[in-house]
């Protein structure tokens, strides 16, 4: 599976992006996704997940009510949309793909067998 994010940028605290991870090269509903984000200094850490059916989602308590992960399998695509973005979002984020036997969403990154290039955002004060 090979992944490409896109979608970052520069964006004013309060501001909002969405980013997009596109999958090519094996059965895109088959793997759940994920995004994960680093900060300069700092180890990744995980952001968001959601199941290969988009039937569940799971949130680091860091992001939740804030953004929104998605997927389109027709297009092979994952999103995650990001709302009241605060200077502490500023990261690279990378998405990754998990193949599971299980409808379910994985958070940790040992978890995912796939990973994106990352695309980089940050939030000014």
């Known amino acids: 599976v090979q992944l490409q994010a896109s979608g970052g940028g520069l964006v004013q605290t309060g501001g909002s992006l969405r980013l997009s991870c596109v999958a090519s090269g094996r059965t895109f509903s088959s793997y759940a996704m994920g995004w994960f984000r680093q900060a300069p200094g700092k180890e990744r850490e995980f952001a968001a997940a959601?199941?290969?059916?988009?039937?569940?989602?799971y949130y680091a308590d860091s992001v939740k009510d804030r953004f929104t992960i998605s997927r389109n399998n027709a297009k092979n695509t994952v999103y995650l949309q990001m709302n009241s973005l605060k200077p502490e979002d500023t990261a690279v984020y990378y998405c990754a793909a998990s193949y599971s036997d299980y409808d379910v969403p994985q958070k940790r990154s040992y978890e995912y067998d796939y990973w994106g290039q990352g695309t980089q955002v940050t939030v000014s004060s």
């Open positions: 959601i199941s290969w059916s988009g039937g569940s989602t």
